[in-house]
């Protein structure tokens, strides 16, 4: 978090984003101008109605005023509104659009960001955030043209009524700001630990909803809530600090506009100043009108400190590095020749490196399995190949081209990717498998594509059959459908590299084989590298690869391996040997 | 995708209660604090007292002061007035931090209640609800609570109090220029109610549009890896513009009928006002400038007190709507723990009678007329396709899920009498999908007992799990933090350590649901070793579908569309050569 955050330079940072609504700015600007002069015009009428209209009992004018003050106030309620929804609908466009654009900016964030974020927090960021920034800025700019327009427009009525008793103004109004700045300066810090807490409290539930089950099973019901309790209470007495303080302003500043008052009277009083009842009407309550003004002018310190600690957290967001995506080749179809050379990896949380000086090179068409003990490296491998981490000693080629050379797009087109951890999105089972491709396939495909995965048969029990809706990551499935569905999204299109990554392990053995059979299949003329502890689904590969601590220890097929009689072998031996 | 019109899946229950009956609702939470709320409101009493006289005074003033140039009088004025603005200025301050201090009390509260009834609510109740929706109930809903609670007191009383005085004001200067009040009041209660009933339903949209909003963010944050994987950036950002777009149209519609209301009403006192000047204008009528200025400046002073009422009662609309919502969410039901027996280590004997079950969200029943039996100590393995009711199986025994027919017992008795903690107590349970807690790793293995088992425990848990040597390879070891469901983790490591949690527990019944699917085969091997030893003298419920893990249980029941097909001694089924003996074949056959 910054330590010294200027407002005004950081609120300007918006305008590109204001700029495209311009028209509606000024719209409301003039609304906000033309509502204060109404309102101090309101109160200057008050000489003239009290001087000439009743003092001196013209009553033609008390009438002419009249028409005048109902003209005035449909004049102000007109501008009223008209500022109040143009403000509206400028911030809601603008709030709109930082959504979006944090929303794009996150799709395009590399996986290691990703890895770092806590969901919870990103989501109250972009719902909580943007919600400060809308209303503390338009509420700053309402304060910053309209309540000084009316407090200038004010002083100058007051100084037209009499400006021997507004002169005494002239010395308060700086003497006033100066203690307003001052109070606003003593919170300066607190908003941002307001933002902060909120973010707490946001993980804090976050966290118990997605573990609601353990919560459950472990008994930790009393353990939460009473986490949760610590936490919310934190933020709550935090709060109210900041209300202590800054109710303090207010009231402070009223006294003083009143000690000026009361001296403007005790004038009158003593100097016997000749005043009419009209000038002294005027200034008294022009006077009390100021207050508020100047009230709301105290809390622009703190409007703009909101609008700014939201801002520069929306900021902070859209700033974070996007995906490197500056390769420029385009390509329809790979063959599937790839190569790792020299590749060595550390993930950015951990210390070690994942993969160490690795070298594989695997021909078009070949299948490849690799196996290895959990933690070994393989995952890596197979999140490396479609750039979700970017390595940067070393170099990995498709086609004897290095995979940064292509476009992002371009190279994931080329890549099949299954894993373990399967995430189905809120929609029909069809929308699910035609997953970012729905107007490419046919309901046909679809279907055949559902076939080869073997989830035909369950998805044709349902009521809706295809068109089924699956519920919140595929809530409503077992494991083993959720798998097979994803297995179907990626047969769907057809691409010359498969991974699979465990994509099997929550299958029973028929299933499997079922699935195994057509994978066959399609492997001919793909690249395939599968990665599996079931080394039964395996043996058919055409290279069988032990990775052990990031380096590739064994290679050679099924038969080979076993005549090795090596890490393999005895892996084998383990799980057929019961 | 029509993602935000998922309704079926979403479980508001949306009564159609007035506001009123709302706020009824909130006074108990408000009344635990009535006697910072009785000061409150003698403070805001005071505070319109004393505007009410600020403007009282000028017909003195005016009168005595101008007009008769009672010079003693025009001295005293000043003190007066400084007088009364030190009463307003304290009294003001007084109960905006009082009210603060309340608000922030019952905020928090509702807070705690609601995150209170989400950890007691049944696990159907998440089947049905995204946990982004939830979510922006704790934070967003509560905070539209929060913004309606004091402001809206604070206006309601001072502003009426303040409306009183004034009337009070105008009636006791000049009663013939106060009648037009007698008009205007009536239209303008009209006005407001009328605004009000059409704000308080689009103040509902909004809401719902803001959890929609919630929720496809949350979506696209959890699939992240899938949309890059599938290059579906495009559809997912034009997804979310409409989303964002609804909510923002319906903030506008909302804006634009609470910036309709104060207008109209200013202009209705507007022609009071002009009443008041015509009437004055009339020469018969002797009106001294003191009077008719107070009167004038009553009226004038009436604006702001309405304005303020009628916004106000926009943002309480809004504060009631979210708060009925809140309401209506804690009113739906919690977890059913009726039972009362509470028995310190249950033997284990497990018998399921005639059990059927139906999962809410679906049509065909999961588990039909099931019954089997699992004496104390013995180990019994489930087996059959992926989605045949195994699953279902271990969510009955550890009441996740109530069943709609049968009896389940433990020991002879009905799972239902036990209390759910109890009950609870007595399963250990390791699933597929590990869930961990953004804490450190010695507090993810003694969840739930944190405190209760010293470092020695924790540590022998590990090893006996396999997973003291990664644990140690980290710099601060056992209290390394894993990050947000254990992210810096691979899918082995958090196995292991769900594991070490189950084990730590000595639960004397264990359900292994899958327990090992994530992990390579010599780890596999090692932990099961130690799982075989921690199954001596245990009730075991082992799913799995590696047939090596399941040969040498007591039992093995094979399951079908919800039906035992099969069960007996793995000799027995595979001398049956029916359906067990073909999974046993598939699993080696080329």
């Given amino acids: 978090m910054p330590q010294k955050l200027n407002s005004i330079t950081t609120l300007k940072k918006l305008w590109p984003f204001i700029k495209p609504f311009k028209k509606a700015l000024f719209v409301a600007v003039f609304g906000l101008l033309l509502n204060a002069a109404t309102d101090a015009t309101l109160i200057s009428l008050t000489k003239p109605l009290l001087d000439n209209g009743l003092m001196d009992k013209n009553y033609s004018l008390l009438i002419l005023i009249a028409i005048t003050i109902v003209g005035l106030i449909l004049l102000r309620g007109l501008s009223n509104y008209i500022s109040t929804y143009c403000l509206s609908w400028l911030s809601g466009k603008v709030v709109t ?19 770092k974020q806590s969901i919870g927090d990103l989501v109250s960021v972009i719902t909580f955030n943007t919600q400060m920034l809308s209303k503390a800025s338009s509420d700053a700019l309402i304060i910053l043209i309209r309540e000084i327009t009316y407090a200038v427009g004010l002083c100058i009525v007051m100084l037209y009524g009499s400006w021997k008793l507004a002169s005494v103004l002239i010395i308060l109004v700086p003497l006033i700001i100066f203690i307003a700045q001052f109070i606003a300066k003593k919170f300066r810090h607190t908003i941002a630990s307001m933002q902060a807490g909120m973010g707490q409290i946001t993980v804090a539930s976050d966290e118990m909803l997605k573990g609601h089950k353990e919560v459950l099973i472990f008994n930790a019901k009393e353990y939460e809530k009473r986490n949760f309790n610590i936490i919310t209470d934190k933020v709550r007495s935090g709060m109210l600090k900041i209300e202590i303080v800054s109710r303090l302003s207010t009231p402070l500043i009223q006294l003083i506009a009143t000690t000026g008052l009361g001296f403007i009277l005790y004038l009158v009083a003593s100097q016997n100043l000749d005043i009419t009842p009209g000038s002294f009407t005027v200034v008294f309550s022009a006077m009390v009108a100021v207050m ?22 929306l900021f902070e967001l859209l700033n974070s590095p996007l995906e490197h995506d500056n390769g420029t080749i385009v390509v329809d179809r790979v063959k599937g020749n790839i190569e790792f050379k020299n590749v060595t990896y550390t993930y950015p949380t951990r210390n070690t490196p994942a993969l160490n000086n690795f070298c594989l090179k695997i021909d078009a068409g070949q299948t490849i399995a690799l196996v290895g003990r959990s933690g070994a490296g393989k995952s890596t491998i197979a999140s490396l190949l479609p750039r979700f981490y970017d390595i940067s000693k070393g170099e990995i080629l498709i086609d004897s081209i290095n995979i940064q050379q292509y476009t992002l797009k371009s190279l994931r087109k080329q890549i099949g990717y299954v894993s373990q951890n399967v995430h189905l999105f809120n929609g029909t089972i069809a929308e699910n498998i035609a997953y970012g491709e729905k107007e490419l396939h046919s309901e046909d495909d679809i279907l055949r594509a559902a076939k080869q995965a073997n989830a035909i048969e369950f998805i044709n029990k349902l009521e809706h059959g295809i068109n089924t809706e699956i519920g919140d990551n595929g809530i409503l499935l077992s494991g083993g459908q959720r798998q097979r569905i994803a297995i179907a999204r990626v047969l769907l299109r057809d691409n010359p590299i498969l991974i699979f990554d465990e994509a099997t392990s929550a299958l029973d053995n028929e299933s499997e084989k079922l699935i195994q059979k057509a994978l066959e299949v399609l492997q001919k003329n793909r690249t395939s590298i599968i990665i599996a502890h079931r080394l039964s689904t395996i043996e058919k590969a055409d290279r069988i690869l032990v990775i052990d601590d990031g380096k590739v220890i064994e290679d050679g097929n099924h038969e080979a391996l076993i005549k090795l009689n090596g890490i393999y072998a005895q892996m084998h031996k383990m799980q057929f040997n019961s | 995708m029509n993602r935000q019109n998922n309704q079926k899946y979403i479980n508001d229950i949306d009564k159609d209660y007035s506001t009123w009956k709302t706020f009824l609702k909130l006074c108990p939470l408000i009344m635990e604090h009535k006697l910072v709320l009785s000061f409150s409101i003698i403070l805001l009493i005071a505070s319109a007292f004393a505007d009410t006289s600020l403007i009282a005074l000028l017909r003195p003033l005016l009168d005595r002061g101008f007009s008769m140039n009672d010079q003693n009088f025009l001295l005293m004025a000043p003190f007066y007035i400084f007088g009364l603005v030190l009463l307003r200025g304290i009294a003001n301050y007084g109960y905006s931090v009082l009210l603060s201090l309340i608000s922030g009390k019952i905020v928090m509260k509702i807070r705690q209640r609601l995150f209170s009834h989400f950890v007691e609510a049944p696990v159907s109740y998440y089947d049905q609800n995204s946990t982004g929706r939830l979510l922006s109930r704790i934070t967003y809903d509560t905070d539209q609570v929060a913004a309606s609670s004091s402001d809206a007191l604070i206006t309601i009383i001072r502003e009426t109090a303040f409306i009183c005085g004034l009337f009070y004001t105008m009636f006791y200067n000049s009663w013939q220029l106060s009648l037009s009040l007698i008009i205007i009041t009536p239209i303008v209660i009209a006005l407001i109610s009328f605004i009000s009933i059409r704000f308080r339903r689009l103040a509902k949209n909004m809401q719902n549009s803001m959890g929609n909003v919630t929720m496809s963010v949350e979506q696209m944050l959890k699939g992240h890896r899938e949309i890059i994987v599938f290059g579906a950036q495009e559809e997912e950002v034009k997804n979310f513009e409409k989303v964002s777009n609804k909510f923002r149209r319906d903030s506008m519609r909302l804006v634009s009928i609470s910036a309709l209301s104060t207008p109209i009403v200013q202009v209705v006192i507007s022609f009071a006002i002009a009443f008041v000047l015509l009437t004055a204008s009339n020469p018969d009528l002797n009106i001294t400038p003191g009077e008719f200025t107070v009167v004038f400046s009553s009226l004038v002073a009436l604006m702001q007190p309405i304005k303020s009422l009628t916004s106000v009662n926009a943002g309480f609309q809004k504060g009631m709507a979210a708060c009925q919502t809140l309401f209506s969410i804690l009113e739906q039901p919690i977890e059913k723990d009726n039972g009362s027996l509470n028995v310190n280590r249950v033997k284990g004997d497990i018998i399921f009678k005639n059990v059927s079950f139906k999962y809410e969200t679906r049509d065909d029943l999961a588990l039909n007329n099931i019954s089997f039996t699992v004496p104390a100590g ?18 009955l025994l550890t009441r996740f899920y109530e069943i709609t027919d ?6 002879g008795v009905d799972i239902c009498e036990y209390t759910l903690f109890c009950l609870r107590n007595q399963i250990g349970l390791v699933s597929q999908n590990v869930h961990l807690f953004n804490d450190t790793i010695a507090n993810n293995i003694a969840y739930g007992k944190i405190g209760e088992f010293s470092q020695e425990q924790i540590e022998e848990a590990a090893k006996k799990a396999n997973a003291y040597d990664f644990i140690k390879q980290f710099d601060k070891g056992f209290d390394t933090v894993v990050g947000e469901n254990g992210v810096l983790l691979s899918g082995g490591q958090r196995q292991r350590i769900a594991i070490a949690r189950a084990l730590l527990r000595d639960n004397p019944i264990l359900i292994l649901d899958e327990a090992t699917s994530a992990l390579d085969t010599e780890s596999e091997k090692t932990i099961q070793k130690a799982l075989d030893e921690l199954q001596k003298g245990r009730t075991s419920l082992v799913i799995a579908h590696r047939l090596s893990t399941i040969e040498n249980a007591d039992k093995i029941l094979v399951i079908g569309d919800g ?17 067990y003996t073909k999974l046993y074949k598939s699993n080696f056959n080329e």
């Fill in chain 2, 406 to 411: 049968g009896e389940i017992s433990i020991d």
């Fill in chain 2, 378 to 395: 013995k180990t019994v393995a489930l087996v059959g396709r992926s989605g045949s009711g195994k699953t279902t199986i271990a969510n």
């Fill in chain 2, 563 to 579: 039906t035992i097909i099969e069960q007996g001694t793995h000799t027995e089924l595979l001398n049956k050569d029916g359906a």
């Fill in chain 1, 97 to 115: 659009k930082f959504r979006q654009m944090i929303f794009h900016h996150l799709i395009k964030s590399p996986i290691s960001f990703h890895d």
């Fill in chain 1, 292 to 313: 508020r003004p100047l009230r709301e002018l105290t809390s622009l310190h703190v409007e703009l400190q909101k609008g700014a600690v939201a801002c520069e957290s």
